[in-house]
């Protein structure tokens, strides 16, 4: 492990989080006016060291962390500090360059994108109509489908699921969307992935619709994602509180009991958005979804979980950069489902590899701990969706469909090929 990594990761660790509820607008949400997010390049440690001493100094959010690849960060500051951050900037040499200059007006947009009644996926949609989508999706195809809950919330919501079977022996493939609240995206791929399985006429959907049992979770952080569109567009956690402190909610995709809080793969402090809780499995959320994935592990043997953004696939691990065993397989599967991507028009890049090596270190994820756990599973990935930062996690509703075909695309090649390699 180089310095320079170990320096960002003590930056990172200690970063100051907003505060939430200065900032109210009129109609009770959270606003984020004049918010302006920022890519920050980072060449040398010397950088790094100015950049942890800045911690002190300014607030802002995290929206990307350093990785070894990109060697950027992006982060949201605050109207009154942006003056300060910049000159700060300019006077150590750190090059910044603006990727979005409002983000008040792309939530603005977002939510006024369309007011379509039908769920057509030009919008983003709310709990109780992905609900009611769910319900309705049950109803038109009782001989394929089945719901499943896998337990409430802390708020006592239940978290719902669909299974896909045409025949009950088929190998099953399971789908986690929306753990992180602030990705709407993930949910809105996933339910109209569930469309396409069901709706499709392309030879090669209906081959994978028929062929192979899906379990998908459209929203499995529901008190977070309820208040991402009730209050607060960018709330990442869950909404128990802690007992330490009065910051609300932990990191589900660090509360798996998978190398919990291993190499300073998360946070230990109740405030930031990375805490990974007081132990694991302490979030209802994560309970529920590891005693559901344990009633069904013989039945499954591919992993995804859905995210954004910066357009990766990513392989366990997260905890450290030693590969797993069947890594240069994983990277097979991975060169196949870029590829599939980038070859559609829209010519959109994925870079693929493990979490640690590729993105940055991260432990006690959800991938990880099925990945660890789960003798059938030996394809596991995180799909981190578009974008690379443009619009960042307030991705625009007109590139909810190029997202979806998209990853239709990376489906068929990534079952393909592992199939191709004897793992299903």
């Not at 942006?82 to 910044?96: T, V």
């Not at 337990?151 to 986690?176: C, L, M, T, V, W």
């Not at 990534?414 to 191709?420: E, F, N």
Request: charge should be negative; include cysteine; aromatic fraction near 14%.
């Amino acid at each position: 492990m180089n310095f320079k990594y170990y320096v960002v990761l003590g930056f990172l660790a200690n970063l100051l989080t907003l505060a939430n509820g200065e900032n109210a607008g009129k109609s009770g949400n959270i606003s984020y006016d004049n918010y302006q997010v920022y890519k920050i390049n980072i060449k040398n440690a010397t950088q790094l060291q100015f950049l942890n001493f800045l911690q002190n100094q300014t607030r802002f959010s995290v929206w990307k962390d350093y990785d070894y690849i990109t060697e950027d960060v992006h982060v949201m500051v605050k109207p009154r500090e942006i003056h300060n951050f910049l000159r700060l900037l300019q006077n150590n040499e750190i090059e910044q360059e603006l990727l979005i200059e409002n983000v008040q007006d792309l939530i603005d947009l977002e939510q006024s994108y369309s007011d379509s009644s039908k769920f057509d996926w030009t919008r983003y949609y709310e709990l109780h109509e992905i609900e009611q989508w769910l319900d309705d999706i049950l109803l038109t195809y009782p001989n394929v489908t089945e719901g499943f809950i896998i337990g409430n919330s802390y708020e006592n919501r239940s978290i719902r699921g669909i299974k896909i079977a045409h025949k009950q022996d088929n190998p099953g493939i399971f789908i986690e969307s929306n753990i992180h609240a602030r990705e709407w995206i993930t949910s809105a791929t996933a339910t109209w992935f569930i469309n396409a399985l069901l709706t499709s006429q392309d030879e090669e959907v209906r081959d994978l619709a028929e062929n192979y049992n899906w379990y998908i979770i459209p929203v499995l952080n529901v008190d977070g994602f309820v208040y991402t569109h009730e209050r607060d567009r960018l709330w990442r956690k869950t909404r128990q509180p802690t007992l330490a402190s009065d910051c609300v909610g932990t990191d589900p995709n660090r509360n798996f009991d998978s190398n919990w809080m291993a190499n300073g793969g998360a946070s230990g402090n109740p405030c930031e958005e990375t805490y990974a809780g007081p132990q694991p499995f302490s979030e209802y959320e994560t309970t529920a979804l590891a005693e559901f994935l344990k009633s069904i592990q013989d039945d499954i043997n591919i992993y995804l979980a859905f995210h954004s953004y910066s357009q990766l696939l990513l392989s366990p691990y997260g905890h450290t950069e030693d590969p797993p065993e069947n890594y240069d397989d994983l990277l097979e599967i991975g060169g196949a489902f870029a590829t599939a991507i980038e070859s559609l028009p829209y010519k959109t890049p994925y870079r693929y590899g493990s979490t640690a090596t590729t993105m940055y270190i991260a432990s006690g994820s959800s991938v990880d701990w099925v990945y660890d756990n789960f003798d059938a599973v030996n394809v596991a990935y995180t799909i981190e969706f578009r974008d690379q930062g443009r619009f960042g996690f307030v991705l625009p509703p007109a590139q909810i469909i190029p997202n979806c075909e998209e990853l239709m695309a990376g489906m068929l090649a990534l079952v393909q090929k592992s199939h191709q390699l004897n793992y299903i």
